[in-house]
């Protein structure tokens, strides 16, 4: 009697069935976002997952903080500590406040601080268990976290669900990048490897600086941060957009302004310089459109709306929504963005339009590196008031998203896996 023989699995050319090419196991649906809940952090991780393709295919987690009353001055704790803290300095309280009487209140849920309830808590063994469970039914999953408060959880994922899981980190997580399969940070984030860094910080310190050790094959390095802006993005806005810009005399300035960080300090200041120079290129301009963020100082903000905010070429907006960000992506003809924020920046020279940055030599240590880079480029200019607005210029548009994207890619197939076309 002949052997049975098992029909040859179908040439690649004629489309080999996924059965073949590793079958549901090896090709990647669906996507976890670790977000911290802090928007410029959680907007680089939708903005990665948005460019794979898997934009209606993630689920958000968060890895919340208790907040309120001196956990204000507990954020440099690592998250599990703080939260465990705030749990023993409320039972230290609850016993002071109710001592003599026979029965306690009840602990409320989540520790009971204040934001958060009704928010999906990043729960790792949970996280670990439904890539497991669900794993031969619907393939491996990506995860994608971005912020200090998600290392731990990202990397815990990882050493737990290894074989179901694929997981990438936003941001320098500082210490064993080996913990991740591919971490995406900006090249400002290895500056304290330059010798200018090294000579700006007492030597004794030198081995408390962080990175500590320079990229490898499994870190892509990226000139700002990621964001959810593209071509496709920027026509969707503009055609949203387009009864509150379209009719607006052009051209339309708009005005992106922050608040000082750790690397970058300014004050009412910085606020009146600005106006100043917004007072000298208004004949050039058709519309300026300023727009402050939470973080503008009260006192900034003031000045700049008692000094600009009743001439008619000018809009300010409340805060109320919508927020017209996205159609000022679209519609400007330039922007003028304050030095403090990298996500801000990043959303605007991604549009390939004239950049102008205001402050940015009161910045200092990684955020001054960052702005060299994009001068360098030719991406950003100094905002000084004598600029006329009228007269644009381009450069190639920062494209860290796809590119990063891509490289996801290429690290997924050297695992073996793939993101479903």
Same mark, same amino acid.
């Given at each position: 009697m002949r052997p049975i023989q098992l029909p040859e699995p179908p040439s690649p050319k004629l489309g080999m069935p996924e059965i073949f090419e590793g079958g549901v196991y090896g090709v990647v649906r669906r996507a976890v976002v670790i977000g911290n809940g802090f928007p410029g952090s959680e907007n680089q991780s939708i903005g990665l997952v948005r460019a794979l393709g898997l934009a209606d295919k993630h689920v958000l987690?968060? &890895?919340?903080?208790? +907040?309120?009353?001196?956990?204000?001055? %507990? /954020?440099?704790?690592? &998250?599990?500590? /703080? +939260? +465990?803290?705030?749990?023993?300095?409320?039972?230290?309280?609850? %016993?002071?406040?109710y001592r003599g009487q026979k029965t306690l209140p009840l602990p409320t849920e989540n520790g009971g601080s204040v934001g958060l309830k009704c928010v999906l808590e990043a729960d790792v063994q949970q996280i670990v268990t439904m890539a497991r469970q669900t794993f031969e039914k619907d393939g491996p999953i990506l995860v994608v976290a971005s912020g200090r408060d998600t290392i731990s959880v990202a990397s815990s994922i990882k050493q737990l669900a290894s074989d179901n899981v694929f997981v990438v980190q936003i941001q320098h997580p500082r210490l064993h990048l080996n913990r991740f399969d591919l971490v995406i940070t900006p090249k400002h984030d290895y500056y304290p490897l330059t010798r200018e860094a090294q000579k700006q910080v007492p030597q004794f310190i030198h081995r408390w600086l962080t990175p500590r050790e320079p990229p490898d094959r499994h870190v892509v390095l990226t000139t700002?941060? %990621? /964001?959810?802006?593209? =071509?496709?993005? %920027?026509?969707? @806005? @503009?055609? =949203?957009?387009?009864?509150?810009? =379209?009719?607006?005399? +052009?051209?339309?300035? &708009?005005v992106n302004i922050g608040g000082p960080t750790g690397n970058c300090r300014y004050g009412a200041d910085l606020a009146k310089q600005l106006t100043t120079n917004l007072h000298s290129v208004l004949a050039s301009c058709g519309s300026i459109r300023i727009c402050f963020s939470n973080r503008t100082p009260e006192k900034a903000s003031k000045v700049i709306t008692k000094e600009l905010g009743d001439n008619p070429k000018v809009y300010i907006w409340d805060g109320q929504e919508p927020n017209p960000h996205m159609g000022h992506l679209a519609w400007a003809d330039a922007f003028v963005v304050t030095a403090d924020s990298v996500s801000m920046i990043s959303e605007v020279c991604s549009t390939g339009k004239p950049a102008y940055i205001m402050g940015a030599e009161r910045c200092t240590w990684k955020l001054s590196e960052f702005h060299k880079s994009l001068k360098e480029r030719g991406v950003v200019r100094p905002f000084t008031g004598s600029e006329n607005i009228s007269e644009s210029w381009s450069y190639p548009p920062l494209n860290d998203t796809a590119e990063a994207a891509s490289q996801v890619h290429k690290a997924l197939a050297e695992h073996g896996w793939r993101l479903r076309p």
């Open positions: 987690y968060r &890895v919340t903080r208790p +907040k309120g009353g001196m956990n204000e001055w %507990l /954020h440099w704790l690592p &998250v599990s500590l /703080h +939260k +465990k803290l705030d749990y023993i300095i409320r039972q230290i309280c609850v %016993l002071l406040i700002g941060a %990621l /964001h959810q802006i593209d =071509a496709t993005a %920027l026509r969707n @806005a @503009a055609s =949203a957009w387009r009864d509150e810009f =379209a009719t607006l005399p +052009k051209p339309i300035l &708009v």
